[in-house]
T-cell receptor
Framework: QKEVEQDPGPLSVPEGAIVSLNCTYS??????FMWYRQYSRKGPELLMY????GNKEDGRFTAQVDKSSKYISLFIRDSQPSDSATYLC???????????FGGGTRLMVKP | EAGVVQSPRYKIIEKKQPVAFWCNPI?????LYWYLQNLGQGPELLIR????????DSQLPKDRFSAERLKGVDSTLKIQPAELGDSAVYLC????????????????FGPGTRLTVL
């Protein structure tokens, strides 16, 4: 079993829908949680990071961390075709530790 | 500001041949990372440099892989000899620092080199 699990999708939604992307993990020592977006043939780019539990909002994006359940989520409101990409969650035990990535969820937003 | 530059973008070689990838990080970034990303998977760290020093190379298959970061700027990752299972995307990333918290340790990724071993 992998340390970080993500449903590979693809997840197909109509434009304007609310999207929910999720990761589960097994290492209770993870403290930093990140979401990356990766377009085809590109490198990942950081969308959001959260330290420990709680919510964080940035524009149309909201990240949630539930450490008691070892479960993190990324919500995208008013999804756009330009949001079509693979979304990777990543985690680390401390600021200087290596990142452990999930396998990514491919999202397709149809006009 | 220029991002992380990698070359070549694509490489096709036959098995047992050597191959090298080059990375130029963002100017001023002290920490450089090499990742391997298989199709449908997340990136996996191969090696991390703090300036010229390799501080985390536990995931690097040292029998065939080697890396260097001369003068603490550009870096090269080499595979010799390449095997069929090495076909993947090799990503380079850089950050201001590797041990501080966000945003200093935010990693900026290059577009990767897609390696195909025949």
């Amino acid at each position: 079993q992998k340390e970080v699990e993500q449903d590979p999708g693809p997840l197909s939604v109509p434009e304007g829908a609310i999207v929910s992307l999720n990761c589960t993990y097994s290492n209770s020592a993870f403290q930093y949680f990140m979401w990356y977006r990766q377009y085809s043939r590109k490198g990942p780019e950081l969308l959001m990071y959260t330290y420990s539990s709680g919510n964080k909002e940035d524009g149309r994006f909201t990240a949630q961390v539930d450490k008691s359940s070892k479960y993190i989520s990324l919500f995208i409101r008013d999804s756009q075709p330009s949001d079509s990409a693979t979304y990777l969650c990543a985690m680390s035990e401390s600021a200087g530790n290596m990142l452990t990535f999930g396998g990514g969820t491919r999202l397709m937003v149809k006009p | 500001e220029a991002g992380v530059v990698q070359s070549p973008r694509y490489k096709i070689i036959e098995k047992k041949q050597p191959v090298a990838f080059w990375c130029n990080p963002i100017s001023g970034h002290n920490t450089l990372y090499w990742y391997l990303q298989n199709l449908g998977q997340g990136p996996e760290l191969l090696i991390r440099y703090e300036n010229e020093e390799a501080v985390d190379d536990s995931q690097l298959p040292k029998d065939r892989f080697s890396a260097e970061r001369l003068k603490g700027v550009d870096s090269t990752l080499k595979i010799q000899p390449a095997e069929l299972g090495d076909s993947a995307v090799y990503l380079c990333a850089s950050s201001l620092e590797g041990t501080s918290g966000p945003p200093a340790n935010e990693q900026f990724f290059g577009p990767g080199t897609r390696l195909t071993v025949l």
